[in-house]
Antibody, heavy 117, light 110 residues
Framework: QVQLVQSGAEVKKPGASVKVSCKTS????????MHWVRQAPGQGLEWMGR????????DYAQKFQGRVTMTRDTSISTAYMELSRLRSDDTAVYYC??????????WGQGTLVTVSS | QTVVTQEPSLTVSPGGTVTLTCASS?????????PNWFQQKPGQAPRALIY???NKHSWTPARFSGSLLGGKAALTLSGVQPEDEAEYYC??????????FGGGTKLTVL
């Protein structure tokens, strides 16, 4: 069965970077794009971007251009999302979600990133 | 900046029918926006319900259906169950690999 298991919660100071991992199993990792979505406390879902695990090509939401980097390691079927120059309003749960036909279908359990001085 | 608008909240009685909508600031929503719908319960990750306007995932209950209605994407729940109380989000595709979520609809079953 398809599984996406994300790394554990992180606490970061403003200005730092965070890298969240998403380890996959149950399907061919390079056959499906991976999306990253975040959700601030009490707020809605926000699409951040996606990566093609086969080519490494990425599409980022304009809001995150220049601050987000999505990468992958095909040898261990894992996708990564790194967000730099963190601010307090980056405090959120970050989700990875497998693509199916251009949209997310299977989701990871989420990773809470807290930005606080 | 593109904005996707949903009803902030709706209330439905058990066994009733309710329709949630999803509008785009760019104009009428068509099948080319590939509307998707997701359900999220408190403390859980979102769960995909509907893709490409009206297609159901294998796990989607039959009482959920998607359509286009009056220039918007729509999610209809027929025969609502108490466990359907949740937040519902639509997601639209804007080309160039860009996706935008709606603000979500909090559905109360009362």
């Amino acid at each position: 069965q398809v599984q996406l298991v994300q790394s554990g919660a992180e606490v970061k100071k403003p200005g730092a970077s965070v890298k969240v991992s998403c380890k996959t199993s149950g399907y061919t990792f390079t056959g499906y794009y991976m999306h990253w979505v975040r959700q601030a406390p009490g707020q809605g879902l926000e699409w951040m971007g996606r990566i093609n695990p086969n080519s490494g090509g990425t599409d980022y939401a304009q809001k995150f251009q220049g601050r987000v980097t999505m990468t992958r390691d095909t040898s261990i079927s894992t996708a990564y999302m790194e967000l730099s120059r963190l601010r307090s309003d980056d405090t959120a749960v970050y989700y990875c979600a497998r693509d199916n036909g251009g949209m997310p279908d299977y989701w990871g359990q989420g990773t809470l990133v807290t930005v606080s001085s | 900046q593109t904005v996707v608008t949903q009803e902030p909240s709706l209330t439905v009685s058990p066994g009733g029918t309710v329709t949630l909508t999803c509008a785009s600031s760019t104009g009428a929503v068509t099948s080319g926006y590939y509307p998707n719908w997701f359900q999220q319960k408190p403390g859980q990750a979102p769960r995909a319900l509907i893709y490409s306007t009206s297609n159901k995932h294998s796990w989607t209950p039959a009482r959920f259906s998607g359509s286009l209605l009056g220039g918007k994407a729509a999610l209809t729940l027929s025969g609502v169950q108490p466990e359907d109380e949740a937040e519902y989000y639509c997601l639209l595709y804007y080309g160039g690999g860009q996706l935008v979520f709606g603000g979500g609809t909090k559905l109360t079953v009362l």
